[in-house]
Structure formats: C-alpha cells, structure tokens
C-alpha cells in the first residue's frame, strides 16, 4: 500500500500535465476551425462595414459554452470590434503577443482562459485578425476528475494486490503446516534437508522396527503365559527363576538423602533416571541397594553396618550407604565420571578433560564399591546389578573374588562411536572392567553396535556379532537392548490430585490467567540437556507468532547438579541470562516469557507441573533414554498435552507419536511448540493413548524382568553345563530361535527361547 501511495504521488501532476498539454491542443484546433468557418461571412460584414453586424455575429458564436468571448483587429493600432467579454488586456496593438500557434494562457478571476489569434483572409487579402478566447476552467473540472479516479484505481489495486498477498500467504501457510505435520508423523514432506538424510534416521528406523518386533512378541508371550509386567511378576521371576535369590543394587547415586536442615533431618529424593527407574524395582524384590552415602545426615540414622531400611514410610529394603572422603568424591565422581566420562559419551561440545590423580580415585572408589559387594553378598553366585558410569571397573572387580556371580551392569547414558572413544587415556580398562559383566545393557541397540565396535578396535578380544557377545580373559559378556523405563501404572501419591486442580494450582502458583498456556521443562542444570536451545525456540516462537506473547510462557524446572564443576557453574550463568534477555525482550507483556525455577523439586512437585501444563519439551542434545518424557507421558491419564521431543534421545526411538524436533533448528523447534499449542484434543488424545499404550507394556518392571529373565536363563545353562556359567554356550543355543526376532540383524539372543 505504501509502495502504491508513493506511485501515486509521483504519477499525478505528470497526468495533470499532460491533460492540459492534450486540451490546449484541442482548443487551439478548435480555434483554427472556427476562425476558418466564419472567414466568409465575416468578410461580408467587414466588406460592408457593418461593425454592430460583426459583434451580432460574434455574439452568436460565443453563445457556445466553451467560447467566452470574440473579437476582430482590421488594423493594428485600432480598437478591436469585440463581444463586450473579451479581457481588458487585450488590444490590437498588443495582439502579436497572443499570435503563438498554441495559444496564451491568460489566468483570470474566473478561470484560465486560452487566447488564439486567426488571421481573415478567405480570398488571399488579409482583412484583419480574428481573436478567440476559449474558457479552461472546464480543463481544470476534468483534471481533478480524473485525479479522483486514478485515485479509486491506486485504491482498488492495492486492495486486489493485498487480497492476492493475503491469499498466497494463506496458501502456503497452509503448504507449511502440512510440511510440519508431514515432518511430525515422519513423512519427509518439506522436511529440511539434513533431516530428510536417510542415514541419520536409520537408527531410529531400526530401533523403531526392532520396538514392534518385540510387542509382537510380548504379546505372543502373554498369550502363551498371561505375563503381565508389574511389580508381582517380577517378584515371581525371583521366586521360580532364580530360587529366592536378593537382588544387589550398586550405583553411585542413592534414592533417599537424609539431609541436615537446622534441628531436624529432611529427606530428599534425587533428580536422577537411575533413580526413577531402579526405585520401584528395589520396592518390587526387596533386596539390597549400595550406594555413595551423600548427604550431610545420612551417616546420622544408619545402623553400624551402614545399613538403612527404606522407604522410610514403608520399608521395602535395605540401603547400604558406603562413604567417600572428601578428596575421593572430588576425583571419583567430580573428575573423573563427571569432567571425564559425562562428557566423552554425550559428544555435547565440552571438551572432556581426563587427569591421572582422578583416575586413581576412580580406581579406589570402584574398590571400595567392590568391597562393599562382596561383604554384602549372601551366597557365592549372587545377582549384582551394577549401574552406570561411576563404576565400570566394578564388574571386573567382582568377577575376580566372586567367580560365579551374576553380573548385570547397565550404562545409563549414550555409548560413543570407537573414535570418539579412543580418546580416553584409559579407555582399555574401562572396557576391562566392563567385560567382568555376564550381561551388559545399553537402552538402545545403536549404543549397543558402538560398544561392540569399540572393542573390536580396542582390544584383542573375540567378538561375535552373530550372537552379540565378547570374550574376554576367559570371560563372555553378552551386549543386549534393554530400553529403560518408568514405574506403570505411576505411584499414586504422585497422580492423586486431578488435573484440574494441578492446572489451577501451577498458574495461581506463577500469577498467570487461567487460560494462559504453558509449556514445561524438567531437566538437571546440565549442559546436554539443551536448555538454551530450548529457550532459544520459544524466543523464536514468540517472534515467528507474536499473536503468543503474554499468553505463553515456559516453565523450566532445572534441579542444581554438579554446579562445582565449571562448564556446569558456567552452564547455568548462561541460562540465566538467557532467560532473563529473553524476558527483557518480551517485556512489554504483562507475563513472563519464562520462568527458570533452578532449584531442587520433589516428585510430587514435578508430577503436579507435568499434569497442569500444556506441554513438556525435551530437547536433550545427546541422551541416553530421558525419562522426563516417559514420566510426562505416564501422568497424563486426562490424554491430553503434547510432547514435544529431541531426536537424540534414547526416548524417541519409542515414542514417535511425540513431536520429534532437531534441538539445534529453533525453527523447526518453534513450530513443534506453534504445532504443540494449536493441536486439537482429538489428536492430542490420540497421541497420548499410543504412547501410553506402549509405556505400560514397556514399564520399568519389564526393563528389569528381562535382565533378570536373562540372568536366571544364564545361570541354568551354566548349571546344566557343571561350571559357573558360560555365556558363550547361553547366547550359541539361541540359534533355536526364539519367539523375538533379533533386534540387530546379527544381534539379539531372547532368554524365552530358554524357558
Ligand atoms: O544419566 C545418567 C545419570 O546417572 C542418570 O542416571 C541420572 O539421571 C543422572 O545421571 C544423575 O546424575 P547425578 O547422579 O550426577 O546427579
């Protein structure tokens, strides 16, 4: 419109101009015919000298509208013979300035009038000059006439143009939203180019094959033995599988904290997956958890074994705490797990950093891990299920004092590609240590390839990919999928209050409209979690989609950790400032375009965010699993909200009816939370029921009954063959084939086949 109005401007007194040029010609055409026409009669009257004839005749002509008046010169210095109209200022003696060819524009009181001067001459002799005054105003009249319409023109064509703008926007909004949906259900319409690389989602692919694979099985199963995955089925594995047998948790991380607070003890349960996880199975077999005792009460009500019964409120089993100096922790955990490890597996862009004196912690603190084991253990073969990354040297540990043992150890977070691992000064103990296992689990079968891969470059081992295992030192570890995940149907403390309630509580909680919409985010302050990426989206979505701004806002829960580490002190100055920039930005709304709580939230504080939002977003960099998205699915049994989730975490290799997003494209993030914030119930309803349906078939007790499925298969085999056990021989008779197809094509060994 802008563009048509200074068009307009400019194009105007050009059309003026060349109207008058045009209407000049004209009347001075006019001029001449007239002065033509009347040259005879006129010669008449002049011959006979009849002057009150002449201005008659005159008269008669300039009775004509557009001719306002007349007149005859028969010689130069006489006084014209004119119609009484005709302007003061013209007289005889000065006709030679009016003579021009095109006329004179005299401007009058009336009007501009043009002035033609014609000789007479009808028969050769010049009998004088005829002066014809013609009336313009009429010239003015059409001028602003067809100014008006030019101006209707200018105003009709910026409407069409803005009608064809509007519609092709609409058009390929239209085009756009599709792509996105497209994009969502995996489509590949639209779908930016790197994405649309077959190579990069093949894992998922396989992983998401490999995922139906098994519910067909399940389900075979179930028909076959009515097993149901719940907390009862676990503790009858225990019973008719493994003849009684404790189960011996190890982790560095320990579900319950006792911390001092002034007079009294409070206790804190941790911000931790293992935890989530590991919690409900200890309840479930009872048992024995050892773990780093952590808190600044904890050595406070343990019994002088070091021993404590939990949960406090109903004790299940017993946690034994083992306890670290101070000069331990810093090196075991703080160096070497956390600045070594952490980052080496998650490849997230910080640099891990690898020291001998942490190293030599590492070592120690494994020991005293080790030791801690074999003082619990009851019988020579127990079942020990060593988690994560804090204690890989632990299996090998074990094996040496306690031969016959059944090691499970599992690796929470993501295993990186034989190069990526090959950094690590000691990357052959570690995968040493790890091989003291008789089963090694990753969550996906990708991670699974990478350790195998690793140590097929690392180390002189023999590995057999038909069945997935690796003999080592006379030892055969079996590598096997064992997607991680949460308690189902969830602890009802945590769903008690209604969804309603939670959606009123969380914005009366944060002062903000009852209609607000809300989106969440529940991480540990850690840098692979991509938090500013996060922040980054919605501060795109609130530019992409001002119509969001103030009544929008993202709730971010970030739970404190590891903050003595310096990428993670300095992770979280950046996040704050992030998210105050941002706020800064949007400052103009009347509420916040995020809310950063960065403090530590107990599960029902989480639980309640997750039941009164509209959305949680997960856009882990590198992860594992991540099991706030599985939690989030799990506590929404209203079948609503959206989940909005990062391609690189071990969760949307399940979970595909969730909005899979690249968390470094902003864009494409900001349209998952546009999609999110549009999405109809019916589809919501949708998603949620099938992600449901999946989670409470794959709960947390199908994760651990399948190890230990696993494990008691293992132990009858190397019964039957008269020596502790011999995972060559367990994984060789899956050649039977068993009821699952292999998740990898050369890869997996199903215990059922054993049963
Ligand atoms: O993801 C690995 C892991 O050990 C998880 O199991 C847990 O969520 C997280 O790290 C906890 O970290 P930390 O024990 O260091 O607080």
Redesign the pocket.
């Known amino acids: 419109m802008l563009v048509l109005t200074a068009l307009a401007y400019l194009v105007m007194p050009l059309v003026d101009r060349l109207t008058v040029q045009w209407f000049v010609k004209d009347l001075n055409l006019r001029a001449t015919l007239v002065a033509n026409t009347i040259d005879e009669p006129l010669y008449g009257l002049v011959a006979a000298n009849d002057t009150p004839g002449i201005r008659r005749f005159f008269a008669r002509i300039a009775q004509d509208e557009r001719v306002f008046a007349m007149g005859l010169c028969g010689t130069p210095q006489g006084t014209p013979v004119a119609t009484a109209s005709l302007p003061g200022e013209i007289n005889c003696a000065n006709l030679n300035s009016f003579s021009d060819p095109t006329g004179r524009v005299l401007t009058e009181a009336q009007g501009p009038l043009l002035v033609s001067v014609r000789p007479i001459a009808p028969f050769g002799d010049t009998v004088g000059r005829i002066v014809l005054v013609q009336d313009m105003s009429f010239v003015e009249r059409r001028s602003a006439q067809t100014k008006q319409y030019l101006f209707y023109f200018f105003v009709a064509l910026g409407v069409v143009v803005s009608l064809i703008t509007v519609a092709v926007a609409q058009l390929s909004w239209r085009g756009w939203v599709h792509g996105i949906q497209a994009l969502m259900r995996g489509e590949g319409l639209l779908r930016p180019a790197h994405l649309s690389d077959e190579g990069e989602l093949q894992p998922i692919a396989d992983d998401l094959r490999t995922l139906i694979r098994d519910i067909e099985a399940e389900h075979r199963l179930r028909d076959e033995e009515q097993l149901a995955w719940t907390p009862e089925t676990l503790r009858g594995i225990l019973d008719r599988e493994l003849r009684g047998q404790d189960v011996m948790v190890v982790?560095?991380?320990e579900p319950y904290i006792h911390v001092r607070q002034a007079d009294s003890i409070v206790i804190q349960r941790?911000?931790?997956?293992?935890?989530?996880?590991v919690e409900p199975i200890m309840r479930a077999c009872s048992g024995i958890w050892i773990a780093h005792g952590s808190g600044s009460a904890d050595r406070e009500v343990v019994d002088r074994n070091d021993r404590i019964q939990v949960p406090v409120e109903d004790p299940s089993y017993r946690l034994r705490r083992v306890w670290l100096t101070q000069e331990e922790e810093q090196g075991y955990?703080y160096g070497f797990?956390?600045e070594g490890l952490?980052p080496l597996c998650h490849i997230a862009h910080v640099r891990p950093t690898f020291r001998t004196s942490d190293w030599i912690q590492y070592e120690r603190v494994n020991r005293k891990f080790a030791d801690a084991i074999v003082q619990e253990a009851k019988s020579p073969d127990p079942i020990v299920l060593v988690?994560?990354?804090?204690l890989a040297l632990v299996p090998r540990m074990v094996r040496e004092r306690l031969p016959a043992a059944t090691i499970i150890a599992f690796w929470?977070?993501p295993w990186p590609n034989p190069e990526a691992f090959a950094i690590c000064p000691w990357r052959q103990e570690l995968l040493d240590g790890l091989l003291g296992s008789s089963i090694l689990g990753f969550h996906t079968q990708f991670h699974c390839n990478n350790f195998v891969d690793t140590v097929d470059r690392q180390l002189e081992a023999m590995v057999d990919r038909e069945t997935f295992s690796v003999s080592f030192n006379g030892q055969t570890t079996v590598i096997k999928r064992y997607p991680i995940s949460v308690e189902w149907p969830p602890n009802k403390s945590l769903v008690a209050i209604p969804v309603e309630e939670c959606r009123a509580r969380v914005r009366e909680r944060h002062a903000l409209p009852s209609d607000h919409a809300i989106g969440l985010g529940v991480d540990?302050l850690?840098y692979t979690k991509g938090l500013e990426e996060r922040f980054n989206a919605v501060e795109r979505l609130l530019e992409l989609h001002p119509q969001w701004i103030g009544k929008f806002t993202f709730i971010q829960i970030a739970?404190p950790?590891?903050a003595s580490i310096e990428q993670y002190h300095d992770y979280e100055q950046r996040v704050r400032a992030l998210a105050a920039r941002i706020n800064e930005r949007f400052a103009r709304s009347k509420y916040p375009a995020i809310i950063l709580e960065a403090k530590h939230h107990e599960p029902e504080s989480v639980y309640e965010y997750y039941r009164g939002t509209d959305l949680c977003f997960v856009s882990s960099l590198h992860?594992?699993?991540n099991?706030v998205a599985k939690e989030f699915v799990a506590s929404r049994e209203d079948e609503r909200g959206v989940l909005i989730l990062s391609q690189f975490t071990g969760a949307a290799r399940e979970l595909p009816e969730a909005l899979i997003v690249n968390p470094y494209d902003a864009d494409q993030c900001a349209a998952a939370i546009n999609v999110a914030l549009a999405m109809p119930l019916r589809t919501q309803r949708t998603r949620m029921r099938l992600m449901r349906g999946l989670i409470s078939e794959f709960n947390v007790y199908r994760w651990a009954g399948r190890m230990l499925l696993d494990a008691a298969t293992m132990r009858r085999r190397g019964r039957i063959l008269g020596r502790p056990m011999q995972a060559s021989r367990w994984v060789s008779a899956a050649d039977d084939a068993g009821p699952e197809a292999p998740a990898h094509p050369t890869a997996h060994v199903q215990s059922e086949s054993f049963r």
Do not use: K
């Open positions: 982790s560095n991380r941790p911000a931790s997956g293992l935890v989530t996880a955990y797990a956390n952490w988690q994560d990354y804090h929470h977070i540990r850690d739970a950790s590891r992860d594992g699993m099991l």
